[in-house]
């Protein structure tokens, strides 16, 4: 077990129970997140079955990873026996009563679909996990917490290089060499696997005019006087991930990029503004009061020159994950929440300001603290 | 245009022209290997589809990611459009045809497969693009040369790190800590991040008694005189692994470890011999070979305490794909495998080398050069 680091499956007996039906099943491998969820395994890349039936929860553990199984499920690991392997999804048959009715989620492997339709099971797709996965139990706030301050290290590194690098004529120099945003990338990747994260992903940043292609990972020269942006996303050993963005400018000259950091910044106020009655806002109302913030600064609320993208995203075991932030619905406590207004100008460049927020039953908490200063400057 | 790095199409028309079928169409999000070969798209972790049908490659850009999209995969990206967001699979079915004969992967997403049907298409299965992926092109054996050079610099930093490491008493100290598995592999991964890889992903390091549960991930102190077993596989940027295992002790008294390294260095070599003539070597016969001479060793070939596992396995997009190391077929020029034998006593501790290897017409390279020893002592 992952140090209390259990899955409540309550909603899925629920489930089971409303739709009168025998067994949820599920079939994928260790980059599908709903089974991250499920199982809390990290197993391997190939397919493994999680089988949940009579109030018990069963893994089918891939041979030769049947101790890692033991050590991360919090339920019953069914180990894979000898002869030669099975697939996943008929190990999971050989689990259910015959001729079940079955509750799956929406991305089962259609293979494995065939198969358990083969054995006499009849199927009913159902949203019950990702539903179940947005509201955030204390121990999965407790990794979310860890995860964005590891992150936040990783900024801290980012805004150190920008504070040390120096402007020669049209250059940015940094440990004698022109400052790129593969080689900031590297440092900020480097601080992340010092604080025991596993997976650096997409570590975005963006110089100028490739600040306005939202998710650039590529090798850019970073100039004097242009917005770099960092969006930084690393997933901590436990399937979570942190988020969080700054705009930094190696002297700055102000003008377009200064008023976009205030129109950022108080986009990000307005947003948290709407958020403090917490639970039960509209999440809508949040994307809304940031956009209109923009406007109200000479940017375009939809668009570019101005804001081109949502408010933000639920995040968990998937970077991206629901709520969703266009939806009417009310927001619930224990959801948690990127806040990340932004301003684009492909001719100029870009600003985005990104935290990661707890609804809770009164307001909001943001997990963890980092400044937001267009001026590098490491407290 | 991922400098290059294209896909082949070519098997694709051959088995849509074999089969009758009218298109190939796959669905999925960034963390789908197939895709990520057919499109060499890094995407969102939300679905998007990849349509083949009268000799163009298309691919539907999801909102937001159409920049990247373009600048990555290699035919032509289908905007998403205006309006609200049409799932992949509905995308996808207003590509082709009416009442199309349309080849999926089995792991296609079981509700995209319900859409296409409902969209009144006829689906079958298809294995050509794993097979596909098994036989490598000089592009990829590029990237995979990169990627397994920059993994060495993991296992040169963890060398150098238990070559520095001293002994008191029963401690192994270093940077005036008990060293610990954990403490190893943030060294590590930040020697990768350095090296411009974004995956460090699993990097197995166990110590004494947890080698010989293949995939120790956690933390374990590292004692004097016990197996401290490295498995390093991080992941290149442009979606290649790399994977390379080594074996040290630090102030090792000989012993179980030295004769397990030595039957385990001499087991590589057998499994080297059986690859000498190249393509048209059975698979399997690597293994055999291989397993023998840990028999001759006097360890089991079949189990513990002895060889618990394959000799290795296909790497690409995927860590583990296609070849099966188990199999009587024959390899295949442009293959690249692991060739990993190992020794383990769960009272004792573990021991495994691991090398990469490309078949050749002829005979093998080995990617990537990365000395035998069990005495940490960095070159």
């Known amino acids: 077990m992952n140090g209390g680091l259990d899955t409540d499956y309550e909603p899925i007996a629920a489930a089971l129970a409303a739709r009168d039906a025998d067994a949820f099943v599920h079939v994928g491998d260790r980059f599908d997140d709903d089974l991250r969820y499920l199982t809390r395994f990290s197993g391997p890349d190939r397919q493994y079955a999680f089988v949940y039936r009579e109030d018990e929860a069963l893994l089918t553990a891939p041979s030769l990873f049947a101790e890692q199984a033991e050590r991360e499920f919090p339920g019953t690991v069914v180990p894979a026996g000898d002869g030669p392997r099975k697939p996943a999804a008929e190990r999971a048959a050989l689990l259910l009563g015959s001729e079940s009715l079955v509750l799956v989620p ?3 492997p259609h293979e494995s679909a065939v198969r358990l339709e083969r054995a006499g099971h009849e199927l009913l797709s159902t949203t019950v996990v990702s539903e179940t996965r947005a509201v955030k139990s204390e121990a999965e706030i407790d990794r979310l917490r860890w995860v964005q301050g590891a992150t936040m290290e990783g900024m801290r590194r980012a805004e150190a290089v920008l504070a040390e690098a120096t402007v020669s004529g ?5 440990a004698g060499e022109r400052l790129t945003t593969e080689r900031l990338r590297r440092e ?3 601080a992340f696997a010092s604080e025991g994260l596993t997976d650096a992903g997409n570590t975005v940043i963006g110089a100028g005019p490739s600040c306005a292609d939202l998710h650039f990972t590529g090798d850019a020269v970073i100039e004097p006087g242009e917005t770099v942006l960092l969006d930084l996303s690393p997933r901590g050993p436990d399937g979570y991930y942190g988020d969080c963005s700054r705009t930094f400018v190696v002297e700055s000259e102000g003008g377009w990029e200064r ?9 990000q106020d307005a947003a948290f503004d709407a958020l403090s009655s917490g639970a039960g806002t509209a999440a809508n109302e ?3 009061e940031a956009a209109a913030e923009i406007g109200a600064y000479g940017f375009s609320p939809t668009g570019e020159p101005g ?3 949502g408010i933000g995203h639920g995040v968990g075991v998937s970077l991206h994950e629901a709520p969703s932030m266009r939806s009417p619905e009310a927001l619930e406590a224990g959801m948690v929440l990127t806040i990340e207004p932004g301003v684009y100008d492909r001719e100029r460049g870009g600003v985005r300001i990104e935290d ?3 609804v809770t039953e009164g307001g909001y ?5 980092y400044h937001r200063s267009l001026v590098p400057r490491p407290e």
Chains 1, 2 share one sequence.
Not at 170 to 174: A, H, I, N, P
Not at 261 to 267: G, P
């Open 286 to 288: 949040v994307h809304r």
């Open 170 to 174: 049209e250059s940015v120099l940094w």
């Open 356 to 358: 990661l927020v707890l």
């Open 106 to 108: 929406p991305h089962l």
């Open 188 to 190: 900020v990747n480097a």
């Open 259 to 267: 008023r976009a950091h205030v129109a950022v910044e108080r986009a």
């Open 307 to 309: 804001f081109t993208h």
């Open 365 to 369: 908490e943001v997990l963890g603290e």
